[in-house]
């Protein structure tokens, strides 16, 4: 299935195209800095590293996070279709996708929490845990292009 993926039109245009693959992979670092910059400061916010923001500033920003991860979801599955069979066998990417799943799913319960009650210290550990799988999402997305 991963080897047909390879080849249909979409990644054949990533893979061979002149700007494709540089495009699609400048677009995912910019989303990366979106989504991963909004909730690992949110985040830092939550666990008492950072202060210099209210958490009310944090819920403005929100909706360009979503966006970023939109755009990071978009580029990196046109990229994942380049060499699809690759990377489904990677540890790294994997990896990077599990860690990306269980952050944005502590992602929407913390944002839920801060609508309903404010600022609470309950969310320390969840966001401490978040900012840990954004760091590791990270680091194992970079990995990708040195270990299969």
């Not at 540089?22 to 800095?33: C, D, E, K, N, R």
């Not at 790294?92 to 009650?117: E, G």
Request: hydrophobic share 60%.
């Amino acid at each position: 299935m991963f080897v047909w993926v390879e080849n249909t039109a979409l990644a054949l245009w990533v893979s061979t195209s002149l700007w494709a693959y540089p495009l699609l992979l400048s677009l995912h670092i910019v989303g990366l800095a979106i989504v991963a910059g909004i909730f690992s400061m949110r985040d830092m916010h939550l666990i008492g590293v950072v202060n210099a923001l209210q958490v009310s500033q944090f819920n403005d920003l929100t909706n360009l996070a979503y966006l970023g991860f939109i755009i990071n979801a978009i580029s990196g599955f046109l990229l994942f279709t380049s060499q699809a069979s690759i990377f489904i066998t990677s540890i790294p990417f994997l990896s990077k996708i599990s860690l990306i799943i269980i952050a944005m799913a502590l992602t929407l319960f913390i944002n839920k929490v801060i609508k309903r009650d404010g600022n609470n210290t309950r969310l320390k550990i969840p966001a401490f845990i978040s900012l840990l799988c954004w760091i590791n999402a990270i680091v194992a997305g970079r990995l990708i292009a040195y270990i299969f």
